[in-house]
């Protein structure tokens, strides 16, 4: 059982269009991370949501985490081909150090 | 903009040899962490460290891994004997609090492959 399930899994999509991504739990995280990662690379952090209800926008992106802290969206605003990449959500809980990594959503975006 | 460094940026051992991985944190920061990722597999916690001293540790951070502030910027990663399974890129990060938002920024990673 994954503690954070991301979907879709893969998403391949035309330039222009507007896409969601989802990052679920049956658990409460007291922070929420997204990163987005090139292939043979670190993850680079894109946001970080603390607060139940928040919403942050990055450019394009929107990020969203849910009221009760156990979800979060991405949605990405007419995707660009330079948005292709994986994106990773990652939380904590309660006082623990460690980041605990959904397995990602991999987007294409086709021009 | 301030950013956590890792070496070698690839390592390749024999099995049962010793490596070490490096890793140089954001200045300011006072938590270290160190992930791994098996390829195609989703990034795993192995260990994290403050104050000179293990904060939290996962159940693959066996005893054949140790991790050190050897000086005032550097943080390794050693793995003593190393198997076939330890093969995948290991990650560093860091952070300037634990608090609320706590916010790690991993660096580029160090590919380890064992034969």
């Known amino acids: 059982t994954q503690l954070l399930e991301q979907s879709p899994q893969f998403l391949s999509i035309q330039e222009g269009e507007n896409l969601t991504v989802y990052c679920n739990s049956s658990?409460?995280?007291?922070?929420l991370q997204w990163y987005r990662q090139e292939p043979g690379e670190g993850p680079v952090l894109l946001v970080t949501?603390?607060?139940?209800?928040e919403v942050k926008k990055l450019k394009r992106l929107t990020f969203q985490f849910g009221d009760a802290r156990k979800d979060s969206s991405l949605h990405i605003t007419a995707a660009q081909p330079g948005d292709t990449g994986l994106y990773l959500c990652?939380?904590?809980?309660?006082?623990?150090?460690?980041?605990?990594f959904g397995k990602g959503t991999l987007l294409t975006v086709n021009p | 903009e301030p950013e956590v460094t890792q070496t070698p940026s690839h390592q390749v051992t024999q099995m049962g040899q010793e490596v070490i991985l490096r890793c140089v944190p954001i200045?300011?920061?006072?938590?270290f962490y160190w992930y791994r990722q098996i390829l195609g597999q989703k990034v795993e916690f192995l260990v994290s460290?403050?104050?000179?001293?293990?904060?939290?540790k996962s159940e693959i951070f066996d005893d054949q891994f140790s991790v050190e502030r050897p000086d005032g910027s550097n943080f390794t990663l050693k793995i003593r004997s190393t198997k076939l399974e330890d093969s995948a890129m290991y990650f560093c990060?860091?952070?300037?609090?634990?608090?609320?938002?706590?916010?790690?920024?991993f660096g580029p990673g160090t590919r380890l492959l064992v034969l």
């Open positions: 990060a860091s952070s300037e609090t634990r608090r609320g938002g706590q916010t790690q920024y």
């Open positions: 658990s409460v995280f007291s922070s």
């Open positions: 949501v603390v607060t139940g209800g």
């Open positions: 990652a939380g904590v809980r309660g006082s623990n150090y460690k980041l605990t």
């Open positions: 200045s300011n920061h006072l938590y």
């Open positions: 460290f403050y104050n000179n001293e293990i904060s939290e």
